[in-house]
Nanobody, 125 residues
Framework: VQLQASGGGLVQAGGSLRLSCTAS????????MGWFRQAPGKEREAVAV????????YYVDSVKGRFTVSRDNAKNTVYLQMDSLKPEDTAIYYC???????????????????WGQGTQVTVSS
């Protein structure tokens, strides 16, 4: 499985960005999908996770009410709509996939089987 992420960029605080991640292969609808981020000097953290069915969604507390994760299984694509961006959201954002069903249960990078290449998000103050 290959994951191709796009949509990062430079935005002012308060602005919005929409990340997209498209997966190769036919089993996308069976995968839990997630977005992780890693800022310089910090550990990679789960930002949002959506179960294979879309019925279970997790957000890290710091983005609740500002970010929205969604998926379109017909397009093999998962999205992360990021609104009201803050400078502390600056990081490299990674798309992640898990075919085992554990990612939506534990939200850990240890449950990620496939990683995308990362896309830079920079929020200026």
């Amino acid at each position: 499985v290959q994951l191709q992420a796009s949509g990062g960029g430079l935005v002012q605080a308060g602005g919005s960005l929409r990340l997209s991640c498209t997966a190769s292969g036919r089993a996308f609808s069976n995968y839990d999908m997630g977005w992780f981020r890693q800022a310089p000097g910090k550990e990679r953290e789960a930002v949002a996770v959506i179960s294979f069915s879309g019925s279970i969604i997790y957000y890290v507390d710091s983005v609740k009410g500002r970010f929205t994760v969604s998926r379109d299984n017909a397009k093999n694509t998962v999205y992360l709509q990021m609104d009201s961006l803050k400078p502390e959201d600056t990081a490299i954002y990674y798309c992640a996939a898990d075919p085992t069903g554990r990612l939506h249960l534990y939200g850990s990078s240890r449950n990620v089987v496939y990683w995308g290449q990362g896309t830079q998000v920079t929020v200026s103050s």
